[in-house]
């Protein structure tokens, strides 16, 4: 599983954040970094499943 997200749509409001901290970061200016791509502990990638269907804006994909 690769975490991906489209910048385009992305506006750093930090759901996926607050869901997965340990995949995901939003910095001072709103952008989002992926600190993890390939999370590899199975209740981190349930947490990345959360966190891309919660986006609000749909910014987040994942490739399995």
Do not use: W, Y
Not at 35 to 53: F, G, L, M, N
């Amino acid at each position: 599983m690769k975490v991906t997200v489209d910048r385009t749509l992305c506006d750093g409001n930090g759901v996926c954040m607050g869901i997965a901290p340990d995949v995901f970061d939003v910095d001072d200016d709103l952008n989002l970094h992926i600190v993890d791509e390939i999370p590899d502990d199975p209740v981190i990638q349930a947490q990345v499943r959360q966190s891309i269907t919660s986006c609000p804006v749909l910014a987040l994909s994942l490739e399995e």
